[in-house]
């Protein structure tokens, strides 16, 4: 492991770099330096990926919970989200079976402390236009991640992006063009739920101070 916390002598060779410290460092170590905070830096994103996974999970959860009526049943819900963006309608008794209501009574429980947050993000994001087909994209991914029935295989994106539409041209002309469309969407929308979390909870921090 490099030791970072040397200091440079006052005379380094031409294949030597300084960082602050007491010996030169080389240019092998400096190397070795740099991609070991580019994997801290891997490491911190696939964090905040994570995180953001469990918020959209805790989000689709509380969609299809008793909390919102359980009245879609759990395979539509995607579709419905795509049909009505945030504005899902309540469903009846008369949407599923006494079985399924009876599943769903079991499935019940408190709604989780993030769920407020992450529905008010997602909401109006999926509400505008900028940003609905990135975080549809995203949220395709954590709904549609088991088993496809079609193929009896885990879903792919080429799977997703039919389910979700709107790829039917560029999957016509090149399917690993769309695939990479796909992908950007999805990598585009852990960036702008990243930046609307932040401001989320920044302004939930700053509202008693407002209000006081």
Partial sequence: ????????????????????????????????????????????????????????DIYLDSLISITNDAGWGGESMMAKIIEFGADIPRGTGNDQSNMTMIIALENFRKEHHDTRKIRAVVSELLNGQSHQAK???????????SINPDTGKLFTDLDRMRLVGGY?????????????????RVRAAYQVLELELDKYERYQEATPVMAG
């Fill in 168 to 184: 039917e041209t560029e999957m016509a002309n090149d399917e690993s063009k769309a695939i990479k469309k796909f992908g950007g």
């Fill in 135 to 145: 975080i549809n994209a995203l949220l395709s991914r954590r709904y549609y991640h």
């Fill in 1 to 56: 492991m490099v030791n970072t916390s040397v200091i440079a002598a006052d005379t380094v060779r031409p294949d030597q770099v300084t960082i602050s410290g007491i010996q030169p460092v080389s240019s092998d170590s400096l190397t070795q330096i740099m991609a070991l905070y580019g994997s801290f830096g891997m490491l911190e994103t696939a964090m905040q990926h994570n995180h953001i996974d469990k918020l959209l």
